[in-house]
């Protein structure tokens, strides 16, 4: 039976037209994280599950700026096709866009009918799949923070913050938030399913933090990933830009993504629990905090995947720009709450808001489970204050340093796949090779009088 004929696709595509949607969106993510998707209308959807979805490979190889960059596998191969396929059990109705649903899509080669090597979704279900051959079972729950941007036309940028006012930090409401910006997100999200379970306004003026509740790591990924594109998209609803950039602004902080992570057993218990052992860790809480801390200047090339992302690092950002760990502890890397029991777990703070949630989810628990296999032990915790140098490794400062770090971290890249390094390698590095070569308006502030 083709999946044209499947009762299942029936089922849905009846459900839906009762329901008075008429067009699903199927969705998925490039190598940034940008959700790139295809408008089906309802009375084509069977087609679209039996065929697929026909969109050029060299989507995951297409920078912002519309550019081709030479990934092997694109150009060099004359642009092939990827087939997305609907993936009907993520279907959920857009509260904010009458008669459409919205739905993910699977990505594979159209020849060989194996996953497509640079899908994110597809990497992390891969480093999964180790995980579940070592009993462990990762539960996530995502922290991203944004900066939400009003037009300003003739402006240098086009776009200033939203809000003007400081000391908001950690509240909600009209103080932070005139236009109740916040509360319109939280409801709409809510209502289209992904988990949200609260948010409040961040430190600087116009930035905002949202919450999501912890799942499995697929989930997880898919509701962070589905939350940022949602997020963008209602802001440009009310004519506004919201930014997941790690540093957008000069005279502001950065904004951050953060990652609760824990594992279960085959059971749910959580194996990061052990009340007998040195601060309530089990051993195999204790080994994947020095896997993360291990694979820390690799994982960075996918936790900061920008040039902008290391900008948001250096003293007093409150960002972790070193390698270190520590009890509840917020100037640390990796972060462990006091919560025991069935909530422990490790806060990675490493990611910056900019990263694509399918592949910081998928290096960090590659990492974490490198950690469990080598059995090793972490340092001691850090005590105090932290940002001294003396005390901790500098985790890479650029982009580049970090491309070089996942590059020589063959343990890392043995899980994550070399086709996948290679492409994320060769996108990556062409990003910087342009920014390298490009004359920013500081450059000419700085040189064009004197010099």
């Not at 969109?55 to 030479?70: E, I, K, L, M, N």
């Not at 949602?230 to 990652?259: I, Q, W, Y």
Request: proline content about 7%; some cysteine; overall charge negative.
């Amino acid at each position: 039976m083709s999946p044209s004929d499947s009762p299942s696709v029936r089922r849905h595509q009846e459900r839906l037209a009762a329901e008075g949607i008429d067009v699903v969106r199927v969705t998925y993510p490039d190598l940034i994280g940008t959700e790139r998707a295809r408008d089906v209308l309802l009375e084509h959807l069977p087609s679209a599950c039996d065929h697929g979805l026909a969109f050029c490979r060299a989507v995951y190889h297409t920078s912002p700026q519309g550019d081709v960059v030479p990934v092997t596998g694109g150009l060099d191969a004359g642009l092939p096709d990827i087939c997305v396929t609907p993936d009907l059990d993520t279907l959920v109705p857009l509260p904010w866009e009458p008669g459409v649903a919205s739905c993910l899509g699977d990505v594979t080669d159209p020849v060989t009918k194996a996953p497509a090597p640079e899908s994110p979704r597809d990497l992390l279900r891969t480093v999964l799949a180790r995980c579940e051959e070592h009993g462990l079972h990762p539960v996530i729950g995502p922290e991203l923070e944004y900066f939400l941007c009003e037009a300003v036309p003739g402006s240098p940028r086009g776009w200033r913050r939203y809000g003007g006012a400081r000391g908001v930090v950690y509240t909600a409401g009209l103080r932070g938030d005139d236009d109740n910006h916040l509360l319109r997100v939280l409801r709409l999200l809510r209502d289209a399913g992904l988990g949200i379970s609260g948010g409040n306004h961040e430190f600087d003026g116009g930035q905002f933090e949202v919450n999501l509740t912890h799942s499995d790591a697929l989930s997880a990924a898919d509701r962070a990933f589905r939350f940022k594109a949602a997020v963008k998209e209602l802001a440009r609803k009310e004519g506004r830009l919201a930014t997941f950039m790690a540093k957008p602004f000069n005279d502001a902080g950065g904004s951050g993504f953060h990652l609760h992570l824990s594992c279960e057993d085959e059971n749910g218990r959580n194996v990061f629990d052990d009340p007998s052992a040195p601060h309530g860790l089990s051993a195999t809480a204790r080994h994947a905090v020095a896997g993360v801390l291990a694979h820390a200047p690799a994982l960075a090339a996918l936790a900061n995947p920008t040039v902008n992302s290391y900008k948001r690092f250096g003293p007093d950002t409150l960002a972790p720009w070193l390698i270190d760990w520590g009890l509840d502890n917020r100037s640390a890397m990796v972060r462990i709450p006091p919560e025991r029991g069935s909530g422990s777990r490790l806060e990675l703070r490493l990611g910056d808001a900019g990263a694509n949630p399918y592949l910081l989810i998928a290096g960090t628990v590659a990492a974490a489970l490198l950690g469990v296999l080598a059995g090793e032990e972490p340092p001691a915790p850090l005590e105090g204050y932290g940002y001294d140098t003396a005390r901790s490794a500098v985790l890479p400062t650029t982009l580049s340093a970090a491309l070089d770090a996942l590059e020589a971290d063959t343990a890392l890249t043995g899980v994550l796949g070399k086709d996948f390094t290679a492409s994320y390698l060769a996108y990556k590095r062409n990003e910087v090779e342009r920014f390298e070569r490009y004359v920013t308006d500081w450059e000419f502030t700085e040189y064009a009088h004197h010099i």
